[in-house]
């Protein structure tokens, strides 16, 4: 069940994507994004970002992945780098490549890195993917990590900058699998969640990353998600359907003459369920 190392590094392409505003829209009202810019179609959703490249980026995974394991991955991280904002009418072309292996005791971590540009050439989002595989520990390591985003203490002990609370719909999950293509049996089968150790069904890792992309915007983009220009995530527990969600942001630095914030996402009973969360946002 070792994992193909000698394929680190291989790209393949994805097919074209025309970003249509509808798709767009859809995508908001899974994720209950109320902003005007996202409901009226006019730009899309930040995490939308994935719907064009959902089947190239897995495909990625899946080409160093043995099959039998599949059932056992949960959304480790995600690393989403905004060079544009999408907007109707944009046509991507997306490539990935599996860039790491890293096996661990308690499991082995895939890091993917996907670049997607417009029909000119010019990149619009840059993402890395990493996949955990629960209970998988054979096989080498080989490879990059993904890019370091920790939380650290220091900038946890000042006072936040903001903070929001969300509550995630009992429906969520089938909502944002029709929106998004992501139609892992585990956020949508309770049998198939649970026979993999799962509480039960879960939410998406990205429909959660989503709601704290509108938290973001909300608190630190004064409304204006194109000047969301990096987010991350690190998912360290699932979230439930019905569950709430608190977000709550520091400010961590300046970099390039952008704002970095660092941020942490807890359930209703206090549980971590993202962390070491980095968004970073233009002036």
């Known amino acids: 069940m070792g994992f193909a190392i000698e394929k680190l590094g291989q790209w393949t392409e994805g097919p074209e994507f025309k970003v249509e505003a509808e798709r767009a829209k859809a995508y908001a009202a899974a994720t209950n994004d109320t902003s ?3 409901t009226s179609g006019e730009v899309a959703p930040p995490i939308f ?3 064009p490249i959902w089947d190239t980026m ?4 899946a080409l160093v992945t043995p099959p039998e394991v ?3 991955v949960v959304h480790g991280e995600q690393d989403m780098r905004f060079h544009a904002p999408i907007t109707p009418g944009m046509v991507l072309q997306s490539t990935a490549a599996p860039i790491g292996i890293h096996v ?3 499991g082995t971590s895939v890091v993917v890195k996907v670049e997607s540009r417009d029909q000119t050439g010019d990149l619009i989002v840059e993402q890395y993917m990493t996949s955990f595989f629960r209970g998988v520990s054979e096989g080498e390591s080989g490879g990059e990590e993904a890019p370091a985003h920790k939380l650290d203490a220091a900038t946890k002990a000042t006072d936040p900058v903001g903070s929001v609370t969300q509550k995630l719909d009992d429906d969520q999950t089938y909502r944002y699998a029709e929106a998004s293509g992501d139609n892992m049996p585990i956020h949508l089968d309770v049998e198939i969640a649970k026979q993999v150790g799962l509480p039960g069904i879960i939410i998406h890792g990205l429909c959660t990353m989503a709601f704290t992309s509108t938290a973001a915007v909300s608190e630190l983009c004064d409304g204006d998600s194109t000047r969301l220009k ?3 995530v690190r998912f360290s527990k699932p979230v439930l359907p019905g569950e709430e969600i608190t977000t709550t942001f520091w400010k961590s630095g300046v970099e390039d003459g952008n704002t970095v914030y660092g941020f942490e996402t807890r359930n209703g009973d206090g549980d971590v369920v993202i962390k070491d969360g980095l968004a970073t946002v233009s002036s």
């Open 58 to 61: 897995a495909g990625a995974m």
């Open 70 to 72: 599949l059932l056992f």
């Open 36 to 38: 005007t810019a996202h």
């Open 230 to 232: 990096r987010l991350v």
């Open 49 to 51: 970002a994935v719907v």
């Open 104 to 106: 661990k005791p308690n």
